[in-house]
């Protein structure tokens, strides 16, 4: 099920909207289906041989020991 990007054409939000299959859909501000479909980039990431999976790792945010504990949902057996 694709995450679509939408603006409004009758309020102007912006918003994201996961697609279920014959599902139309609508603005969560204002209700109507007048909506434009944005571009937008998928996100994907890849890690190497030597880099961390979980970002916060990488970054020093989160604690080695969460990480191995599974805890922070992106254990990477470290």
């Known amino acids: 099920m ?3 990007e ?3 054409r009758d309020c102007g939000d912006q918003f994201e909207w996961l697609v279920r299959t014959g ?3 609508t603005c969560p ?7 434009a479909k ?9 890690a190497g041989a030597r880099e961390a999976i979980c ?4 970054s020093g945010a989160c604690q080695e020991a969460d990480c191995r504990g599974g805890r922070c949902g992106f254990a990477d057996g470290r």
């Open 55 to 58: 970002p916060a790792h990488a």
């Open 29 to 35: 501000s204002c209700g109507r289906s007048e909506l």
């Open 38 to 46: 944005q571009l937008s980039v998928p996100a994907a990431h890849v």
């Open 2 to 4: 694709p995450i679509y």
């Open 6 to 8: 939408y603006v409004c």
């Open 23 to 25: 599902e139309a859909p």
